[in-house]
C-alpha cells in the first residue's frame, strides 16, 4: 500500500513536470515577438506643400529573414510620394526595387538579403512624402506583406507593423522658414559636405536648435544665438536641422521647424560589367550587362559609351546590344547617383571571343583607305599643279 501511494506520488509529480514544461513551451512560444517593420518618422509635425521623409527599417527579433514582400497603403486624398527608393537598403537582391502608385495610394517592393540577416534595425527603403490636404493622412501595411525566413525552406513569419499617422496642417500655419543656401532643397542630395543654416527670427522670441542625423533627437532648453549656422567636414548621410521656440519668459518650448540635409560625397560601388554572346539574347550577336549599387543616395541613372570616340548617352536598360561597328577598342559604362558622384567601368572588346579580330579588321580597313584617299588626293593636286601651273 505504502509502495502504490510512493509510486501515485511520483507519478504526479512527473506528471505536473511535464504539464509544467507545455505550459512554459506554449508561453514562449505565444510570447515570441513577432518580426517587425518600423519608422522613426512618428509625430512630426507636417504641413501643406513641405515634403518629409520617411525611412523603413526591420527588427528580426533574433530571427534569419531572407526575403521581404511588402506593400504600404497610403492616404492619397491629402498625400502622396514624391520618391521611393533603396538608399541605403541592407536589401541586396531586388525582385521589384520601391515602387509607387499616387493612384492608388500605394508602395510595393519585392527583396532579399544574400544569405540572411539578423538585426535590430534592418534598412529597408526610404520615402519623400508631400502634403496635398489639410487633415489626418495614414500609411498603413497591407495584408498581403509577407516576410520568409532564411531556414533552407523559406518558412514565412508573421510581419508586424504600426500605422504611422500624420496631422496636416495649413501651410500658411508653419511657424517659420529654415533656408540653406549650400542644400536650398530638402528633397536633393548634395556632394557638398559643408551645411550653412539661416533663419529670420520673430520679435520677442527665443530658439534652440540642434543638428542631428536621429530625427528622434530634439533641440534642449538652452537659448542659443540668432545667428547663421555652419556644419562642416559632414559624414554622408540625412541630417535634420530642428528648431525650437518660446516668447520670453517662463513658458515651454515648442518645436517652430525642421529643415532636412542630404549629403552625398561617396561614388557608387565599383562593378564590373560583362560581354558575353548567347543564341537566346539578342539573336546570338553580342551584348553587355552591368549592374552596381550605391549606398547612401542611390542609383540615378547609367550612361553608356561605346568606343574611344563615342558619346555618352543615358540608357534604362541593364543589358545592351554591342553595335555592329565602334570605332575603338571599349565599352564604358558610367553610373551615377543622385547626388552627381560617378563612377566608370571600362571593358575591351578583345574579352568576346572574334569580336577583338573584327575590331582590328574594321580598324585596318579604314586606315589602309585613308592612305588610299591621301595618295589620290596628293597624285591629283599634282596633276593640277602641273596642268595648270599652280
Given at each position: 500500500?505504502?509502495?502504490?501511494?510512493?509510486?501515485?506520488?511520483?507519478?504526479?509529480?512527473?506528471?505536473?513536470?511535464?504539464?509544467?514544461?507545455?505550459?512554459?513551451?506554449?508561453?514562449?512560444?505565444?510570447?515570441?515577438?513577432?518580426?517587425?517593420?518600423?519608422?522613426?518618422?512618428?509625430?512630426?509635425?507636417?504641413?501643406?506643400?513641405?515634403?518629409?521623409?520617411?525611412?523603413?527599417?526591420?527588427?528580426?527579433?533574433?530571427?534569419?529573414?531572407?526575403?521581404?514582400?511588402?506593400?504600404?497603403?497610403?492616404?492619397?486624398?491629402?498625400?502622396?510620394?514624391?520618391?521611393?527608393?533603396?538608399?541605403?537598403?541592407?536589401?541586396?537582391?531586388?525582385?521589384?526595387?520601391?515602387?509607387?502608385?499616387?493612384?492608388?495610394?500605394?508602395?510595393?517592393?519585392?527583396?532579399?538579403?544574400?544569405?540572411?540577416?539578423?538585426?535590430?534595425?534592418?534598412?529597408?527603403?526610404?520615402?519623400?512624402?508631400?502634403?496635398?490636404?489639410?487633415?489626418?493622412?495614414?500609411?498603413?501595411?497591407?495584408?498581403?506583406?509577407?516576410?520568409?525566413?532564411?531556414?533552407?525552406?523559406?518558412?514565412?513569419?508573421?510581419?508586424?507593423?504600426?500605422?504611422?499617422?500624420?496631422?496636416?496642417?495649413?501651410?500658411?500655419?508653419?511657424?517659420?522658414?529654415?533656408?540653406?543656401?549650400?542644400?536650398?532643397?530638402?528633397?536633393?542630395?548634395?556632394?557638398?559636405?559643408?551645411?550653412?543654416?539661416?533663419?529670420?527670427?520673430?520679435?520677442?522670441?527665443?530658439?534652440?536648435?540642434?543638428?542631428?542625423?536621429?530625427?528622434?533627437?530634439?533641440?534642449?532648453?538652452?537659448?542659443?544665438a540668432v545667428e547663421d549656422v555652419i556644419y562642416e567636414d559632414l559624414p554622408d548621410g540625412i541630417y535634420y536641422f530642428k528648431l525650437n521656440s518660446k516668447t520670453v519668459g517662463p513658458v515651454p518650448w515648442e518645436e517652430a521647424a525642421v529643415f532636412r540635409v542630404q549629403i552625398d560625397t561617396t561614388p557608387p560601388q565599383e562593378f564590373q560589367p560583362y560581354l558575353a554572346a548567347d543564341p537566346s539574347i539578342f539573336a546570338g550577336k553580342p551584348f553587355i550587362s552591368f549592374n552596381t549599387r550605391d549606398n547612401i543616395s542611390g542609383?540615378?541613372?547609367?550612361?553608356?559609351?561605346?568606343?574611344?570616340?563615342?558619346?555618352?548617352?543615358?540608357?534604362?536598360?541593364?543589358?545592351?546590344?554591342?553595335?555592329?561597328?565602334?570605332?575603338?577598342?571599349?565599352?564604358?559604362?558610367?553610373?551615377?547617383?543622385?547626388?552627381?558622384?560617378?563612377?566608370?567601368?571600362?571593358?575591351?572588346?578583345?574579352?568576346?571571343?572574334?569580336?577583338?579580330?573584327?575590331?582590328?579588321?574594321?580598324?585596318?580597313?579604314?586606315?589602309?583607305?585613308?592612305?588610299?584617299?591621301?595618295?589620290?588626293?596628293?597624285?591629283?593636286?599634282?596633276?593640277?599643279?602641273?596642268?595648270?601651273?599652280?
Open positions: 500500500m505504502r509502495r502504490n501511494y510512493k509510486n501515485l506520488i511520483n507519478n504526479s509529480k512527473k506528471f505536473l513536470l511535464l504539464v509544467l514544461s507545455v505550459i512554459c513551451y506554449l508561453l514562449s512560444a505565444t510570447t515570441a515577438q513577432a518580426i517587425t517593420l518600423y519608422s522613426g518618422a512618428a509625430n512630426q509635425n507636417v504641413f501643406v506643400d513641405h515634403t518629409f521623409l520617411v525611412e523603413w527599417y526591420l527588427d528580426t527579433q533574433d530571427q534569419e529573414v531572407n526575403t521581404l514582400s511588402l506593400k504600404l497603403n497610403f492616404s492619397n486624398e491629402n498625400l502622396e510620394v514624391i520618391e521611393a527608393t533603396p538608399g541605403n537598403s541592407g536589401l541586396n537582391l531586388w525582385i521589384k526595387t520601391p515602387t509607387f502608385s499616387n493612384e492608388k495610394g500605394t508602395i510595393e517592393l519585392i527583396g532579399g538579403v544574400t544569405g540572411g540577416v539578423n538585426t535590430k534595425k534592418l534598412p529597408i527603403f526610404r520615402a519623400v512624402f508631400k502634403p496635398i490636404a489639410e487633415g489626418e493622412a495614414k500609411i498603413v501595411m497591407d495584408e498581403t506583406s509577407t516576410l520568409l525566413l532564411s531556414d533552407g525552406v523559406g518558412t514565412e513569419e508573421k510581419l508586424t507593423f504600426n500605422q504611422l499617422k500624420f496631422e496636416i496642417h495649413p501651410a500658411d500655419l508653419a511657424p517659420i522658414e529654415i533656408i540653406s543656401p549650400t542644400h536650398p532643397n530638402p528633397d536633393h542630395w548634395y556632394k557638398q559636405n559643408k551645411v550653412l543654416i539661416e533663419f529670420l527670427p520673430k520679435p520677442n522670441t527665443e530658439y534652440s536648435y540642434g543638428f542631428s542625423s536621429n530625427l528622434e533627437v530634439f533641440p534642449d532648453d538652452v537659448q542659443d542609383v540615378d541613372h547609367y550612361e553608356v559609351k561605346f568606343g574611344g570616340w563615342g558619346r555618352w548617352e543615358k540608357t534604362a536598360d541593364s543589358v545592351l546590344q554591342v553595335p555592329g561597328f565602334i570605332l575603338g577598342q571599349t565599352i564604358s559604362i558610367k553610373v551615377v547617383d543622385a547626388a552627381g558622384n560617378e563612377q566608370i567601368s571600362t571593358i575591351n572588346l578583345n574579352e568576346l571571343p572574334n569580336q577583338g579580330f573584327f575590331q582590328k579588321y574594321i580598324l585596318w580597313v579604314i586606315i589602309i583607305m585613308a592612305c588610299i584617299l591621301a595618295v589620290f588626293g596628293y597624285l591629283l593636286y599634282r596633276f593640277l599643279r602641273k596642268k595648270y601651273a599652280i
